[in-house]
């Protein structure tokens, strides 16, 4: 799922080649993406993009008359895990009933795609600001945010750090592969509790939130240059744990461990994060039981000799 580096982009992407451009047309080729009933697409058409902006994980383009340039409708897109921006220059041909939804402007169209065949991303339109407030889940911004606040939003409830960072209630845009990237910059366990932390523990995670999202929002946009950000993607050969199971930690050299649970995977170092144990994964450990391994040292015992 893009998360505050891919949003971030995005948009910066999007702003260059459509604001203070006037919508020419519009075409929904899945009914299942729209999740709203009013407005409809047809009262967008011949507005202005007016401003693009970020709510948590969701992209929001807002449209209104020129040259007053006051936004009155607002269009929302989610991505979810799959779905995937694309941009179209003119004189190319428009896009065909493959994506899910474009929007054309005299320049070009800006598409939506979404791999597989389960239909997570979602458009939403609205013509009312409060409507448009009422979808915002409100979790903190971070990277605006002061240490105080910070430790107010992130204790006031009792969670695993892997389930605050990923709670869009609790803070803004940070998913399941940065969350990754934050603890192990951090050196602290996906399943310690938010309310276990002492302030030290807690200044340490802050400023790896931080600096984790802006190192990433920074090579992100040196990789895309000034090109539309295509091949977005949760899984990079220089992320440090997220996606690198069995692969060495950058840092120490031991290999890297997770959680598996639904879709989703907690990759994490045990030398640098859990002490050297190994958690149990939670889809194995009613199977494995007893015969789980707790620590590294255990786990190496049980690996083939030809894996150690």
Known sequence: MPEYPDITVYIEAIATRIEGEVLLGSQLNNPFLLRTVAPGLDEFTNLTVTEISRMGKRIIIGFGSAPEKLTTHWLVLHLMIAGRLHWVPKPKKPPGKNVLFFLEFAKGWLTLTEAGKKRRASLQLFN??????AINPAGLEVLEADF??????????????????????????IGNAYS????????LSPIKMTQK???EELNTLFVAIQKTLLQWTEQLRTDYANEFPEKVTAFR????VHGRFGMPCPVCGTAVQRIRYATNETNYCPTCQTDGRVLADRSLSRLLKKDWPRTMEELEKRLPKSSA
């Open 180 to 187: 990754d990237e934050i603890l192990h910059h951090a050196k």
């Open 128 to 133: 009312n600001a409060a409507d448009l407030d």
């Open 197 to 199: 932390l002492n302030d």
């Open 237 to 240: 050969d220089d992320m440090a």
């Open 148 to 173: 105080s606040q910070f430790r107010e939003s992130f204790t006031k409830s009792n969670h695993t750090l892997k389930r605050a960072l990923t709670d869009p209630r609790i803070l803004s845009g």
